[in-house]
């Protein structure tokens, strides 16, 4: 609910700050008073577009504190990083509030939603959830199929049948998603398929394997050097023990000496040495290292044929890499991979694509079953709205309304496969038609509050401002719709802009607009009335500027009648 709204320096308002209550409140005034500006600062916060003139040069701020506001909310402002403020009052119930200010300067508009800076965008989605205007000419939400769907699932009470269905749709839709992709995908290979197998039978010849291009890179560097590297290796071998003064031939030579002296008459630690077990240690392992040479030199291979053929193959290599347009040869292996896999999915179709087909076929029979139940709701729905809607309007004086909502079946979409359609008629004679397409301003507004009252006895919704929907009626049909809007208030916060002193007297809280010539300029102000000022400006809206005794008795009749209508109710 709306609890408090400040406006400062707003075409005609310089300083406004109001409170107010639950319930029913009415806002009355003569014609030009300002109370069209009071509407124009309330849809600002809304998302309303910012006329920059209303600032007249100055900054002008419209700021309001809504309570007790719907709880799914909170995810929008989690969503959005807007916090949420929440609060136990003395009995632990929860409460929360939410702070609306816009700011208007010099052609720019700022807004800010419990102090965090956000975008209009934002304000237009979180706004209408927390105000909604209402005027004769604002009935565009009748006639928007979508919504008319939406008031019709309220009476349906089909949500766990909806939820079902909405999230069967979406699994449906994600495998269709996948499905066109792979399709599209096959679409495009075949288009290409002369293309795609001409390049995989060059990678058929080519039977590039992982790491192959390094071992051969590897193997053609040391081929380039094989005479060099052979003699090198055939005078290393000469060196460790092949040829003559080999240093295993010194090793055995200094054994023999060794074996000749007697180490004992050294002394202890030299007869300890163990020289003779020590160059038999390094004798043993200097053969060892010179019969690995001998093993190498042996691979050594110096035929040119075998060097021919490793630099062909490098070729090969070298001109794929830059053919298919990769970064290094290991990458081939991944394309010729990938290009197998297009050609099978041109000839079967992928493996993936005929068991997604038939996930889609078994959530499709659920998705139709599911919609079949979905309308069965609709149509039981729609029924009792229509009966409420009929009954509640017949007391408006639309006595000749015929009001049907009609239920076509069309193509399975995200709310079903059900087209609604309001029709009406405010004629005994004549076809029925969509609603908003045959009725005048005030026999839609009627509808429309009609509506609205039996939306209100269902589900949550909210601040909702009526701006003079009782225009064209009088007498005990007005009386009627300010006790509808009265009845209303007992499930939301209702506001209503109006002339007739039968809705005035109906309200709970009641407000005055009003101008005055200050200085040099006019200033419209706003005064909550109580008591016999309440009861003089009823008067005045039924006998004019002069205030007859008569009127005064008819005023206080009238609020007497309406405090007895609500008594009996509660």
Not at 121 to 126: F, G, Y
Not at 542 to 553: R, Y
Request: hydrophobic letters at 40%.
């Amino acid at each position: 609910m709306l609890r408090r709204l400040g406006i400062r320096n707003y075409a005609l308002i310089e300083s406004l700050d109001l409170e107010f209550g639950r319930g029913f409140t009415v806002i009355t005034g003569e014609t030009g008073s300002g109370k069209s500006i009071m509407l124009g600062a309330l849809s600002l916060l809304a998302g309303g577009r910012a006329d920059s003139r209303v600032a007249m040069g100055r900054k002008s701020r419209v700021e309001a504190l809504f309570e007790d506001v719907d709880i799914s909310m909170r995810d929008i402002f989690e969503a959005k990083g807007i916090e949420w403020m929440e609060s136990r009052d003395e009995a632990g119930a929860p409460h929360n509030e939410i702070t609306i200010r816009r700011e208007i300067s010099e052609g720019r508009s700022r807004v800010f939603i419990n102090d965090t800076p956000v975008t209009l965008a934002t304000l237009a989605e979180i706004g209408p959830r927390l105000i909604y205007i209402h005027s004769q000419h604002s009935n565009a939400g009748l006639a928007d199929n979508a919504e008319q769907l939406r008031i019709t699932d309220i009476f349906a009470d089909n949500e766990e049948i909806y939820r079902e269905y909405r999230e069967s749709f979406r699994r449906f839709a994600t495998l269709k998603r996948r499905i066109d992709g792979i399709r599209r995908g096959i679409a495009r290979n075949r288009e290409n398929e002369e293309f795609l197998r001409f390049q995989c039978e060059q990678l058929d010849r080519l039977k590039p394997r992982r790491g192959e291009l390094a071992a051969i890179e590897k193997r053609y560097e040391m081929l380039s050097d094989a005479d060099e590297i052979k003699e090198h290796l055939s005078r290393l071998s000469a060196l460790l023990g092949n040829g003559e003064g080999s240093i295993l031939d010194r090793i055995a030579e200094s054994k023999g000496i060794i074996d000749r002296l007697d180490m004992g008459l050294f002394g202890e630690d030299a007869r300890d040495s163990d020289i003779p077990g020590r160059l038999q240690f390094i004798q043993a392992e200097l053969e060892d290292i010179a019969d690995t040479v001998e093993d190498i030199n042996s691979t050594v291979d110096t035929d040119p044929a075998a060097l021919e053929k490793l630099s062909q193959r490098m070729t090969a290599y070298y001109e794929a890499v830059k053919r298919f347009k990769v970064g290094d040869a290991d990458e081939l292996v991944d394309v010729h991979e990938r290009l197998r896999g297009q050609l099978a999915e041109i000839a079967y179709g992928g493996d993936d694509l005929h068991g997604l087909e038939e996930e889609a076929r078994k959530e499709a029979d659920t998705l139709k079953r599911l919609a079949d139940r979905l309308t069965e709701s609709r149509e039981k729905g729609a029924a009792i709205l229509t009966q409420r809607i009929s009954d509640t309007a017949g007391m408006l004086g639309l006595p000749n309304l015929r009001f049907e909502i009609r239920l076509e079946r069309g193509k399975l979409g995200a709310t079903g496969r059900d087209h609604v359609e309001f029709m009406s008629c405010f004629n005994r004679q004549g076809d029925l038609r969509p609603v908003g397409d045959t009725a005048s301003g005030g026999e839609i507004s009627r509808l429309m509050l009609s509506i609205k009252a039996v939306m209100a006895e269902r589900m949550s919704m909210p601040t909702i401002i009526f701006d003079e929907v009782d225009t064209g009626v009088s007498g005990e049909i007005a009386e009627r719709m300010g006790r509808m809007m009265h009845d209303m208030g007992g499930h939301m916060q209702v506001m209503a802009i109006t002339h007739l002193p039968q809705v005035a007297a109906q309200g709970a809280g009641h407000f005055k607009v009003y101008k005055r010539d200050v200085d040099d300029r006019t200033v419209t102000y706003v005064e909550e009335l109580h008591g016999e000022e309440r009861v003089r400006e009823i008067a005045a809206m039924i006998s004019g500027s002069e205030v007859t005794d008569a009127a005064l008795q008819n005023a206080r009749m009238l609020i007497g009648m309406a405090a007895n209508n609500i008594g009996k109710d509660e």
